[in-house]
């Protein structure tokens, strides 16, 4: 069914920003919880180490991945569950 996936399109970018904004929440959480801290580090913090930089940049990079894939899963199995169809 084609309707169903081009439907689907507004859903999905909907579901994307959702997760954007859960996977920033969720990162600043974790780096508090982690780092003892309220901000992750900038890059070009220059009191920061290397390794405390490209460690914020390493989780940062997996908590978006993993929510991500998460939410788009979940949008794909509530539309198979829906209309019958899984969104491509």
């Known amino acids: ?4 996936k ?3 399109k507004p859903v999905g970018l909907g579901l994307g920003l959702a997760g ?3 996977a920033g929440a969720a990162f600043r959480r974790t780096w508090k919880l982690l780092g003892h ?3 992750a ?3 070009t913090d220059e009191d920061r180490t290397w390794r405390e930089i490209l460690f914020a940049a390493a ?3 997996a908590v978006f991945a993993v929510v991500k894939a998460a939410v788009d ?4 199995t509530a539309t198979r569950r829906l ?3 899984w969104p491509d």
């Not at 069914?1 to 169903?4: D, G, T």
């Not at 899963?73 to 794909?76: E, N, P, Q, S, V």
Request: aromatic residues 4%; charged residues 25%.
């Open 1 to 4: 069914m084609k309707a169903v």
């Open 20 to 22: 954007g904004l859960l």
């Open 41 to 43: 580090p900038d890059a």
């Open 6 to 8: 081009i439907a689907y």
């Open 59 to 61: 989780l940062q990079g």
């Open 73 to 76: 899963r979940a949008g794909a």
């Open 83 to 85: 209309t019958g169809t």
């Open 37 to 39: 801290e309220d901000d």
